[in-house]
């Protein structure tokens, strides 16, 4: 998909390797499906192409579904969340993981269950959730899917709050 939406926008890859500061043959291994981006490189690569990171990642959300059929539908309705913004501790390495808390508990939703629906390690989960590891993004698609959140309105967030650890907040 990011492929079709960088050709879309007629932005070639060497482009997007600057903007992003990243190898060209790492974007071809990418878009070729040989290698998976982590979730916060997958939505800087989106961010490169002039891409809103809520609406791709619920489109490819919903394609993933479509071509699955695993078993997402029976999830709880799709839910609202008023997310705050992930604490600097030492050691977190993807604010993905705290925001996917958040996500998870405003659901009631347990570890157990969001593994078992996502197809996720626990012991990884736990990783994931203090920051300490960021999944892949098709990973990272599956356990928001899981939890029955806004995956647009998650995306959004994590794309608003990253690029503010990035910058610095803004006054």
């Known amino acids: 998909m990011f492929r079709q939406e960088r050709e879309q926008k007629k932005i070639s890859q060497w482009t997007v390797s600057v903007r992003l500061q990243h190898h060209t ?13 982590g979730v916060l490189l997958a939505l800087r690569m989106v961010a490169a192409v002039d891409t809103d990171p809520g609406k791709f990642f619920e489109a ?31 050691g977190l390495k993807s604010l993905f993981g705290p925001l996917l808390v958040q996500a998870r508990q405003a ?14 390690n626990l012991r990884n989960i736990n990783a994931v959730e203090k920051g300490k590891q960021e999944p892949g993004v098709m990973s990272a698609l599956a356990l928001v899917a899981a939890t029955g959140v806004d995956i647009r309105e998650f995306f959004e967030q994590l794309h608003q709050f990253a690029a503010i650890s990035l910058t610095g907040p803004q006054p």
């Not at 043959?25 to 040989?34: C, D, M, V, Y």
């Open 25 to 37: 043959r790492n974007i071809q291994r990418i878009e070729g499906g040989l290698r998976q981006p």
């Open 60 to 90: 490819l959300s919903q394609k993933i579904a479509r071509e699955r059929c695993d078993g997402l539908s029976s999830l709880p309705k799709r839910v609202t969340v008023t997310y705050q913004p992930p604490e600097a501790t030492e």
């Open 107 to 120: 659901v009631g939703m347990s570890q157990t269950a969001m593994a078992k629906y996502a197809g996720y």
